[in-house]
C-alpha cells in the first residue's frame, strides 16, 4: 500500500537483499527498480515532490569516494565509470532515452523514502519519464522526473484512483510518527503500519496537515476502507 512503513531490515527483507547499501538500484528486480528517497535537511542529494503532489524530481548520484582524495561533490555528476560502464546514473538515463525513443515502456520504479534514522515509507511505484542536467552553483547533476504509476499492482490488489492520490511531506510524516508513538491509533499494533488520511482526499481531506494523517495498522486500515461508501 502507499505509504506504508518499513525498518530498514523489512525493507531489505521485501527486496531478497541483505543491505540497501546504494540509493539507485537499477532492475533490483526483474520487475522494477528501486530508489531510496530523501527530503530530510541533512540529505545528500536535493529529492523533492512537486506540487502535483504526484512527481518526484530525484537528484543523481555522485561518483564513490576513492582513496585518490577527490571529493564527489565537487566533480559532475557520471553517467559511466572511468572503464566505460554506464552508472547507475547511465542506466537511469538509458530507460529514459529509450521510452522517448518508444524502444521500451517507461521503466517502473518502486519509491521508498526515508522519514526519520530506521524508518521508510513505501511512496508507491513510479514512471522514469524524464532527465535532466542542472548546475548546482559547483557541478553539473542529474535531475531525474518520476510521475506515480497507474498501475500499482504489484503490491495492491485494489485499484488506485491517481488522481485522488496525494503524497505526503515528509515533514508531517516525521511529526505523524512522533506524535502517534510509532502505533496504530485505534488497536496500537506496532506491525504493517501506514500513513492514513482520517478523512480521505476525495472527500475533501488534505496530506498538508498532520490533523488529518494518522497511524493505522492494515487490518485496521482494511476496516475503515470497508466502511467507506
Known amino acids: 500500500m502507499l505509504d506504508q512503513i518499513y525498518s530498514y ?21 526483474p520487475r522494477y527498480s ?27 548520484h555522485d561518483m564513490p569516494k ?34 522517448k525513443k518508444s524502444k521500451s515502456p517507461a521503466e517502473l520504479v ?5 522519514v ?13 519519464i524524464d532527465y535532466k542536467i542542472e ?6 547533476v542529474f535531475v531525474f522526473e518520476l510521475k506515480l504509476s497507474e498501475d ?13 492520490t496525494r503524497l505526503i511531506p515528509s515533514e508531517i510524516k516525521k511529526e505523524v510518527w512522533q506524535r502517534d508513538e510509532g502505533k496504530c491509533v485505534l488497536c496500537g499494533s506496532k506491525k504493517n503500519l501506514h500513513f492514513d488520511h482520517d478523512l480521505p482526499f476525495a472527500k475533501g481531506g488534505t496530506s498538508l496537515t498532520a490533523k488529518n494523517i494518522r497511524l493505522l495498522c492494515a487490518k485496521c486500515n482494511l476496516a475503515k476502507s470497508d466502511k467507506i461508501e
Open 152 to 164: 500499482q499492482s504489484l503490491d495492491h490488489t485494489l485499484p488506485i484512483d491517481i488522481k485522488h
Open 116 to 128: 526519520l534514522p530506521g524508518v521508510w515509507s513505501l511512496k508507491g511505484y513510479f514512471n522514469l
Open 34 to 60: 528501486v530508489i531510496l528517497m530523501s527530503r530530510r535537511s541533512n540529505a545528500p542529494y536535493k529529492d523533492q515532490i512537486l506540487s502535483d503532489g504526484v512527481t518526484i524530481q530525484y537528484e543523481g
Open 110 to 114: 518502486k519509491v521508498y523514502e526515508k
Open 9 to 29: 531490515r523489512d525493507m531489505c527483507d521485501v527486496e531478497n537483499v541483505q543491505t540497501l547499501q546504494r540509493g539507485m538500484n537499477f532492475r533490483m528486480n
Open 66 to 99: 576513492t582513496s585518490g582524495g577527490i571529493n564527489p561533490k565537487a566533480i559532475d555528476q557520471p553517467s559511466k565509470t572511468f572503464r566505460g560502464r554506464l552508472t547507475q546514473n547511465g542506466q537511469f538515463i538509458k530507460a529514459v532515452e529509450d521510452y
Open 135 to 140: 548546475f548546482d552553483g559547483n557541478r553539473n
